[in-house]
C-alpha cells in the first residue's frame, strides 16, 4: 500500500514523502531509516491515486544514470556511487528511491534487483538491461547505451515539438483574433446595421444575426464554453477517450503511416540496445510492448510467437506488419551476420532519418496553407461587417 507522510528533514524542513509499505508502521520506520522525523502518516487508496489526487514525482532517470555513470568513471564501485547520489541529492522522493536502493543492496541484494523493488522509476527493460551487464561487470556500458538510446529517443520529440511550435501559435493567435471579432467586434456592427438588416447582402446579414445572438446571450455562450472545455479536459484524462482519439487519428492514412513509423523506430531502437547488453531475442520482444500502441503491440505478440515456433526475425515481423521491405533486407543482413544488435540500431536511424523528412516536408507545406487559411477567415470577416458601408457610400455617390 502506499502512505503519504509528512515529514521533516534537517536540509529542507517539513515536507511531504509518498513511500510504498505494508503498514502505517513500517512506512515510518522506512522513513526514519532515511533520516527524517515523519509526524503523520495517511493512506491513499487505490481510488484517489487513479484518480490523481496524489501522483509521484517523474523520477529523472536519464540523470540518475548520467550521474551515475561519471562516479563510476571516476572509480568508485557501485554502492559507493549510489551512497554519494543519496548524500547529495535534496529533494525528498528521489533521496527516498536511492536509500531504498542503498538498504537493498547493502543487504545482499543485485543492483537489478533492488531497482525491481522500485518499478515506478525503473522500467522493466533498464532493469533488464544492467541485469544482463551485472554478469560481465559491464555495467558503465550498459549506461553508456542507455543514456545514448535516451538521448535518440528525445532528439526526435524535440525536432516534433519545435515543427508543432510555429503553427500552434498561428492556429491560437488566428483562433484569438476570430473570437474577438465574432464575440465583440460583429455584435457592435449588428446593432449599428439593426435597422437596415433587410438591406444587407446575405452572407453580411448572417453574420450580423451571429453578432445579435451573441449580444443577447453571450453569458450563456461563454458558460457553455468554459463547460465544453472542462469536459474535454475531464475526457482527455481518461485512458479510453485517449485510445479512442489515437485510434482515429491512426485510421487517417497519412498521418497513420508516420505514427506506426515513430512507434517502429522506438521499437527497434529499444530492442537494439537490450540485445547489445546481452538479452535474447525473445525476452528483449517480451518487454518493450509498453512503448508500443495497442495495436502494434497485438502484432508484436503474434511476432513473438512465430519466433517461437521458429520463423527467422525478418520473416515474423514482415508478415506481423512490424517493418518495411527495406528495413526487413537490413534485418537479414543482420541475421546472417550475427549482428542483430546494431542492425536493429540501424533501422531506427533509417526510420528517424524518413520521419525528419516528412516533417520538414509538413511543415514547409502546412505552415503558408494555415496562414493562408487564417487570413482568408478573418479578411472574410472584416470584408462582411464593413460591406454594406461599401454599399452605402456607393449609393451615397
Known amino acids: 500500500m502506499r502512505y503519504v507522510l509528512k515529514v521533516h528533514a534537517p536540509n529542507s524542513g517539513i515536507s511531504e514523502l509518498q513511500i510504498d509499505a505494508a503498514s502505517r508502521d513500517d512506512a515510518m520506520t522506512r522513513a526514519k531509516g532515511m533520516g527524517l522525523l515523519p509526524f503523520s502518516v495517511e493512506e491513499v487508496r487505490a481510488s484517489s491515486w487513479n484518480m490523481g489526487r496524489r501522483k509521484p514525482k517523474h523520477f529523472p532517470l536519464l540523470l540518475f544514470s548520467q550521474q551515475l555513470l561519471s562516479l563510476l568513471d571516476a572509480g568508485l564501485n557501485l554502492v559507493e556511487a549510489v551512497d554519494a547520489l543519496a548524500g547529495k541529492e535534496s529533494g525528498i522522493e528521489m533521496k527516498a528511491v536511492l536509500s531504498h536502493l542503498l538498504d537493498k543492496m547493502r543487504s545482499g541484494q543485485s543492483f537489478s534487483a533492488a531497482m525491481e523493488t522500485l518499478p515506478e522509476a525503473f522500467p522493466p527493460f533498464y532493469v533488464a538491461t544492467l541485469r544482463a551487464s551485472e554478469r560481465t561487470g559491464g555495467i558503465p556500458e550498459s549506461l553508456r547505451r542507455y543514456i545514448a538510446y535516451q538521448n535518440q529517443i528525445d532528439e526526435v520529440g524535440k525536432k516534433v515539438k519545435s515543427a508543432m511550435i510555429y503553427p500552434v501559435l498561428l492556429i491560437v493567435a488566428g483562433s484569438l483574433v476570430t473570437l474577438f471579432l465574432l464575440g465583440y467586434v460583429v455584435p457592435k ?21 451571429w453578432g445579435g445572438v451573441v449580444a443577447n446571450h453571450g453569458m450563456g455562450m461563454l458558460a457553455g464554453m468554459i463547460g465544453f472545455l472542462v469536459v474535454s479536459g475531464w475526457a482527455a484524462s481518461r485512458a479510453q477517450v485517449r ?52 495495436s502494434l503491440q497485438h502484432q508484436l505478440d503474434r511476432a513473438v510467437v512465430m519466433i517461437k515456433e521458429g520463423k527467422t526475425i525478418s520473416d515474423a515481423f514482415m508478415t506481423s506488419n512490424l517493418t518495411t521491405e527495406v528495413a526487413q533486407r537490413m534485418l537479414r543482413v543482420g541475421e546472417q551476420s550475427g549482428n542483430m544488435g546494431d542492425m536493429m540500431g540501424r533501422v531506427a536511424v533509417f526510420y528517424d532519418d524518413e520521419l525528419a523528412r516528412w516533417i520538414d516536408f509538413f511543415v514547409k507545406i502546412f505552415e503558408p496553407v494555415l496562414m493562408a487559411l487564417i487570413g482568408v477567415m478573418v479578411g472574410g470577416i472584416v470584408i462582411l461587417m464593413y460591406m454594406p458601408i461599401f454599399d452605402l457610400a456607393g449609393s451615397i455617390q
Open 243 to 294: 485510445n479512442w482519439a489515437m485510434k482515429k487519428i491512426w485510421d487517417i492514412p497519412w498521418v497513420g503511416e508516420k505514427l506506426r513509423l515513430f512507434q517502429l523506430a522506438r521499437l527497434y531502437r529499444t530492442l537494439g540496445m537490450l540485445l547489445k547488453g546481452g538479452m535474447p531475442m525473445v525476452g528483449a520482444l517480451e518487454l518493450v510492448p509498453g512503448i508500443l500502441s495497442p
Open 189 to 209: 456592427f449588428s446593432q449599428i446595421y439593426e435597422d437596415r438588416a433587410t438591406d444587407l447582402p446575405f452572407l453580411s446579414r448572417m453574420l450580423m444575426q
